[in-house]
């Protein structure tokens, strides 16, 4: 009998404390699950993509992908992405179609493989990779935290490669325009330093002294010096001479964009969404990797399974340079051509042709078995997803490589 009352005793005492044990359980658990309600990722919710500006309508919008290294803090971040997205937005023509834009950024900072040399050079590959985690890709954006770059003697440049742009965030804002019209709109240098243009550059008229190609727009200029001497460009100072005396494209270059936008996108149908409102969920895909030579001769090294990642978006093969399609049964994706990377800005600048990795996410159908990379004489190669042991030749010397099918 006594130990029984001393039972009931032992109980009246623990149970307080067992209460406020589960309840602090309780409560860790919820703020984990709920977490920023800013933040939302297709596989953890405090880790991923966040919506900064979005009206939906991925294919026929541009989609511009934030992702951040050398960051201190993810407030520092955050801040400077608002601040270059409000700059961009701001400039002429992008203020008369800001709801054909779509902002994104990565809030999980990351090596990205950054060289800081003269200019800050990200790896294309592995942001492209990480890039999966939002919709579109269009055109993906490093910022370097200025607490890094501070650090240098003399500024640091900023670049633009292929889709990528790696920014110096003590730049002026104006640089992501100026380097947003090299990814998205195949614009050269319009200031001298003496390079080669080996594509039709929009804003550079090879015939110097008369500028037929500027005529067209009333306003326009014809100045000579657009990458080199031999070729004019439409203004005398504008945001691809000198973003520091000019925050305009001006007159041609602005129409140019205008038409672009017009054939290329179009009209957000939906209320623009601000953040912390949720996207579409991504797919399975198949992450595809690779490596392309400095003339667009590409092959494909590997390929896995995602089963939760945004595919990535076509586009049309840039400065007119071999390049290659991948193609996996009815969904196809441009390997861009020619690796040419910008350095800029000033005098200094220039271009460089480079090899260049790639990372491309495809649509996963489990009916198809083989990924085909295509080239401008025709079928190169085929990947049989499977893994099968079969090879030899295929078309203009394809190989047939058997890779092992992650499940």
């Known amino acids: 009998m006594e130990g029984y009352i001393y039972g009931e005793e032992h109980h009246a005492r623990w149970w307080p404390f067992a209460?406020?044990?589960?309840?602090?359980?309780?409560?860790?658990?919820i703020f984990v699950f709920s977490g920023d309600d800013n933040l939302r990722s297709p596989g953890a919710p405090w880790t991923g993509c966040v919506?900064?500006?979005?009206?939906?309508?991925?294919?026929?919008?541009?989609?511009?992908?934030?992702?951040?290294?050398?960051?201190?803090?993810?407030?520092?971040?955050?801040?400077?992405?608002?601040?270059?997205?409000?700059?961009?937005?701001?400039?002429?023509?992008?203020?008369?179609?800001?709801?054909?834009?779509?902002?994104?950024?990565i809030e999980d900072f990351g090596n990205y493989g950054c060289k800081y040399e003269d200019a800050v050079i990200c790896n294309p590959q592995?942001?492209?990779?990480?890039?999966?985690?939002?919709?579109?890709?269009?055109?993906?954006?490093?910022?370097?935290?200025?607490?890094?770059?501070?650090?240098?003697?003399?500024?640091?440049?900023?670049?633009?490669?292929?889709?990528?742009?790696?920014?110096?965030?003590?730049?002026?804002?104006?640089?992501?325009?100026?380097?947003?019209?090299?990814v998205l709109y195949d614009f050269a240098d319009e200031y001298v330093y003496g390079g080669i243009i080996s594509w039709d550059a929009p804003n550079c008229d090879s015939e110097k002294n008369t500028c037929p190609k500027f005529s067209v727009v009333e306003g326009s200029e014809c100045i000579v010096g657009c990458v080199n001497e031999e070729n004019s460009r439409p203004a005398e100072y504008d945001i691809m001479s000198n973003y520091w005396k000019s925050d305009r494209y001006e007159v041609y270059n602005e129409w140019w964009i205008g038409n672009f936008l017009e054939d290329n996108t179009a009209e957000s149908k939906l209320d623009m969404k601000t953040e912390g409102n949720p996207v579409e969920s991504p797919e399975k895909v198949y992450i595809v990797e690779g490596e392309c030579?400095?003339?667009?001769?590409?092959?494909?090294?590997?390929?896995?399974?995602?089963?939760?990642a945004y595919p990535t978006k076509s586009k049309p093969f840039s400065f007119g340079i071999s390049g290659g399609v991948i193609k996996h049964g009815d969904n196809s994706v441009n390997v861009p051509g020619g690796g040419i990377l910008f350095k800029d800005f000033g005098?200094?600048?220039?271009?460089?042709?480079?090899?260049?990795?790639?990372?491309?996410?495809?649509?996963?159908?489990?009916?198809?078995?083989?990924?085909?990379?295509?080239?401008?004489?025709?079928?190169?190669?085929?990947?049989?997803?499977?893994?099968?042991?079969?090879?030899?030749?295929?078309?203009?010397?394809?190989?047939?490589?058997?890779?092992?099918?992650?499940?």
């Open 51 to 105: 919506v900064m500006q979005d009206g939906g309508d991925y294919e026929n919008s541009i989609n511009i992908i934030f992702l951040g290294t050398e960051y201190e803090s993810v407030e520092e971040f955050r801040l400077d992405t608002e601040r270059f997205m409000e700059s961009f937005l701001s400039v002429v023509p992008h203020n008369n179609y800001k709801d054909r834009f779509n902002f994104f950024r």
């Open 347 to 407: 005098p200094e600048g220039n271009i460089e042709k480079r090899p260049y990795p790639f990372s491309l996410a495809i649509p996963f159908d489990e009916k198809e078995t083989k990924i085909e990379l295509y080239e401008k004489d025709g079928l190169k190669e085929v990947y049989n997803i499977e893994g099968t042991e079969s090879s030899g030749e295929v078309g203009f010397g394809a190989k047939i490589l058997g890779i092992p099918f992650v499940s």
């Open 126 to 182: 592995t942001v492209q990779r990480a890039a999966t985690k939002c919709p579109g890709q269009d055109m993906n954006v490093v910022l370097v935290s200025r607490n890094k770059v501070n650090n240098f003697f003399k500024h640091l440049r900023s670049s633009a490669w292929l889709t990528l742009v790696s920014l110096n965030s003590a730049d002026d804002p104006l640089v992501l325009s100026h380097e947003a019209a090299h």
């Open 19 to 29: 209460l406020f044990s589960l309840l602090i359980i309780i409560g860790v658990v």
């Open 293 to 308: 030579s400095v003339n667009g001769e590409c092959s494909i090294t590997d390929v896995r399974y995602s089963p939760a």
